[in-house]
């Protein structure tokens, strides 16, 4: 069965999220190959039980009234419901130290592409750097600050987000 396509997440396993692995699905009952490795917000303890297939066509969410990421950022910058409902109940979401924020761009959910590497955040475009400034209430001096010395999965983390229609790269930053 062809692996799902996430609209607003589109490489899970490059981003981390999603691993190759035997387990059985808790809700499709099915050993599908791949199983979802990040954040679950639901009753029960859905950590490393659902695949992919079953986040993709909303069955996760339905059964389990499982989210995957907060679609409370989304409506607070006014993004539409429907938009910030298929983030948070049909994507999957991401792992980050605090609280997960999905950014938004051109009156959409942005994708999400995982860490920023090294050189998305040393060659960040001025647009990038505008829009993070804005966000974050930071200037140029905070920011050579808070990316000096930037790895990958560290704290401070950086995420990438890429605009669906303009390309623009946004990004998401957290600390441990
Ligand atoms: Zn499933
Ligand atoms: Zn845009």
């Avoid at 920023?116 to 140029?140: G, P």
Wanted: charged share 20%; glycine share 6%; hydrophobic share 35%.
């Amino acid at each position: 069965m062809e692996f799902p396509q996430f609209r607003y997440h589109p490489d899970p396993i490059h981003s981390g999220v999603i691993s190759k692995s035997e387990e059985t699905c808790i809700c499709c009952n099915q050993a599908r190959g791949f199983i979802y490795t990040g954040p679950v917000y639901a009753v029960e303890n859905l950590s490393e039980r659902l695949c992919p297939w079953c986040i993709a066509n909303g069955e996760a969410a339905l059964q389990f009234e499982a989210t995957f990421s907060d679609p409370c950022p989304l409506l607070y910058q006014e993004i539409p419901e429907n938009i910030a409902a298929e983030v948070a109940e049909r994507t999957p979401g991401y792992t980050s130290w605090q609280q997960e924020e999905w950014l938004s761009h051109c009156n959409d959910a942005c994708e999400f592409h995982g860490d920023a590497t090294q050189a998305d955040v040393k060659n960040a475009s001025i647009e990038t750097k505008q829009r993070w400034f804005l966000d974050n209430n930071a200037d140029e001096a905070f920011w050579q600050t808070v990316t000096e010395g930037y790895m990958p999965q560290g704290s401070p983390a950086f995420y990438k987000f890429k605009c669906r229609h303009c390309q623009i790269i946004l990004l998401g930053w957290d600390c441990a």
